[in-house]
């Protein structure tokens, strides 16, 4: 459909500008709100291909919980701009033609198999019936994971206390 | 409709900004975030497949991606805490020698 | 014009509700500033804005003016761009919630269309909601970090964190409600109160299978601490730290903030009604004997235009000799027309959940003009170690009582 081509072309344009403005700028708290600007045109695109329950804990967690640590520690630490020094010049010579060949190479595999891919599937979904799914079929994943935010809570707390 | 195969371009591209950024850039920080940048393009690879299958074991494999990347930053950025604490700087390769 | 509209009906009806609630949204967060400033200086013993207008009533126009014309400075070595984003997200954030809430439950018809009170009727409302406030942080922390003080700085950092901490509360309390009403769709919500026999004791706070009283409790004081108003509010006290994160900023990014803050409160109260008490629902019963309930609004309205009237024709200054019963006047005409056959129902809804919010409004500035300041470290700890278990147990047993259920 015409409005969800138009919306598609949309949010990736942001999501590709945001990416390339989080490489682009110089200092990490621009590069931090570039990369929220992604996130949050990545929510758009789930909602476009139906998953609102996804989108929502995206921007909720994503972007309103993990980024906000990031924001935190870079004004904790009073990051400044980075510096140019020699090594980095040297990735850019065998770094970039490396990582072009590896989109290039996904996109052209993408493209000769895309006459092969299912149409699509077409309305939103449930949230009951992701949770049917998540809390029965999946629900050992579920335990195991509690247990490693308790990990990393422990973690963190221990890694960054100052020794007394 | 959307054809799944623009979704799993657009994905392919981020992932590929992803790497870039990750091999160009020098502050530990922005590393971490075009770590973070990846992994959202593989989320929206899962969810563009799942909607495409029909099924939606992948959205729950990305709400559990999404769980281990929090969990992955808090751990990874009281490292970079410690480091900053240690090395006083964020520039990685001055993290580049085992003893300390 | 009803071609236009028939031709694009989603886009332009939208349109046209988003203009009107923007625009009332706007005069009554002015007002709610004139509010919480007599209400607070009536606890301390004091008039408050007395002078500009008749009992202070211009004082919002005045205060409005003056946020135009003050100068507009930004500190040496600020990043620009940070600078200006902080406050414009705060705002926008905070003023977008309002197009999620919905005011009453009949469709009115704008330009021949059918259309709900209510800009966006989305199936996961809640969510949605919360995750627009969670984005809201980002406003306070890049303010403080923007203004290059490290006054503002630690105030930011302070306030992030609160904000992050009672935002796990928030969330955690209203999942009693949508355990019971099993929906995350606001007018789902509603009408899962809406047991026609008990009027209010069929509101969540109260209702069956487990009355939401410790999450009304959890959510409140959470959202008290969420939007940062007393006793919450050290990160942005005047006298602890030079005003917080928003010291630096002048005229309208800091009328931006303040608006933002007030647009926050009302969010929240909206959200306190239609989870705990009921939405637009009447708290008297809609039986048979119940009917002369529906004339309350009207009666309200009259009651009130009639004693605006009377107390302003004898009020001490000219202007307010004139303006007071003009005021009251429409006051009681509007009273009358709610009286019109076709209104009566339709005033309904909208009444009695306006009503609900302005009491928990009161109740805002209220515990504002009240009690003490918290501590930070008290702040903290009533976060983690009270109110997140004490929503944690709600949530506990509300899933054992709805499990219990036959």
Redo the contacts between chains.
């Keep these: 459909m015409h409005v969800q081509m138009l919306m598609f072309f949309v949010l990736a344009a942001l999501a590709i500008g945001g990416a390339v403005n989080l490489i682009v700028q110089r200092h990490p708290i621009h590069s931090s709100l570039s990369l929220i600007v992604v996130m949050v045109a990545l929510a758009g695109e789930y909602l476009l291909l139906g998953s609102e329950f996804i989108a929502a804990v995206q921007i909720i967690v994503y972007a309103g919980a993990i980024m906000v640590l990031f924001v935190f520690v870079i004004m904790l630490l009073n990051a400044g701009v980075e510096e140019r020094t020699h090594a980095s010049r040297m990735a850019q010579y065998v770094g970039l033609p490396m990582a072009v060949l590896l989109v290039v190479e996904l996109v052209w595999s993408i493209r000769r198999g895309s006459a092969a891919l299912p149409v699509q599937v077409s309305g939103t979904v449930s949230t009951s019936q992701l949770a049917t799914l998540l809390f029965r079929g999946f629900v050992f994943p579920f335990e195991l994971t509690s247990v490693l935010i308790l990990v990393a809570i422990i973690g963190a707390l221990v890694l960054a206390k100052r020794e007394p | 409709m959307v054809p799944v195969s623009y979704f799993l371009m657009l994905s392919a591209a981020l992932f590929g900004l992803g790497v870039v950024g990750f091999v160009f850039k020098r502050n530990i920080i922005t590393l971490f975030m075009c770590i973070e940048l990846m992994l959202n393009a593989v989320n929206l690879a899962f969810i563009a497949f799942s909607r495409m299958l029909g099924q939606l074991d992948g959205q729950v494999f990305v709400f559990f991606v999404i769980v281990v990347a929090a969990a992955e930053a808090a751990v990874g950025l009281a490292i970079v805490i410690l480091i900053a604490r240690n090395r006083k700087s964020l520039n990685v390769e001055r993290v580049d020698s085992m003893k300390l | 014009m009803n071609a236009l509209f028939a031709a694009h009906p989603l886009v332009l009806v939208s349109l046209v509700k988003i203009i009107v609630l923007l625009l009332l949204l706007m005069t009554a967060l002015a007002y709610l500033t004139w509010f919480e400033r007599k209400v607070v200086a009536h606890i301390q013993a004091r008039w408050g804005p007395y002078r500009v207008g008749p009992h202070g009533l211009l004082q919002p126009v005045a205060d409005g003016i003056k946020f135009l014309f003050k100068e507009d400075l930004s500190p040496a070595g600020a990043?620009k761009?940070?600078f200006v984003?902080a406050p414009f997200l705060t705002f926008s954030l905070a003023i977008s919630t309002i197009a999620l809430i919905p005011f009453g439950p009949m469709d009115i018809t704008i330009f021949g269309q059918r259309t709900p009170l209510q800009v966006a009727n989305?199936?996961?409302g809640l969510?949605?909601l919360?995750?627009l406030s969670?984005?809201g942080?980002?406003g306070v922390?890049?303010a403080?970090?923007a203004s290059n003080s490290k006054y503002s700085?630690l105030g930011?950092?302070r306030s992030?964190?609160q904000m992050?901490s009672y935002?796990l509360t928030l969330?955690l309390s209203v999942v009693g409600v949508l355990l019971m009403a099993g929906t995350?769709n606001f007018r789902e919500i509603i009408e899962a109160q809406g047991g026609s026999a008990w009027g209010f004791l069929h509101w969540n706070l109260f209702a069956r299978p487990f009355p939401q009283l410790l999450g009304f409790i959890c959510f409140f004081t959470a959202a008290i601490a969420e939007t940062n108003r007393l006793p919450f509010d050290l990160p942005e006290a005047e006298g602890e730290l030079g005003a917080g994160f928003h010291t630096e900023y002048s005229s309208f990014k800091f009328a931006m903030f303040f608006i933002g803050e007030y647009s926050s409160m009302v969010t929240v109260s909206c959200l306190a009604t239609i989870l705990f008490f009921g939405g637009w629902l009447s708290p008297f019963p809609v039986a048979h004997n119940w009917s002369w309930t529906l004339y309350i609004p009207a009666a309200g309205f009259i009651i009130a235009g009639v004693a605006i009237l009377a107390y302003g024709v004898r009020y001490s200054t000219i202007f307010g000799r004139i303006l007071m019963p003009v005021v009251g006047l429409a006051v009681a005409g509007l009273g009358a027309l709610f009286l019109r056959p076709e209104a009566i129902e339709f005033v309904q809804g909208p009444f009695w959940f306006l009503l609900k919010v302005a009491i928990f409004l009161f109740i805002y500035v209220w515990v504002r003009g009240t009690l003490p300041r918290f501590r930070y470290d008290q702040l903290m700890a009533l976060g983690w170690k009270v109110l997140f278990p004490l929503a944690l147990a709600n949530v506990i047993l509300t899933s054992l009582a709805v499990a219990a259920r036959p």
């Design positions: 990043d761009f940070v984003l989305v199936s996961i969510l949605f919360f995750a969670s984005i942080v980002y922390a890049l403080g970090w700085l930011g950092l992030t964190a992050v935002e969330t995350l």
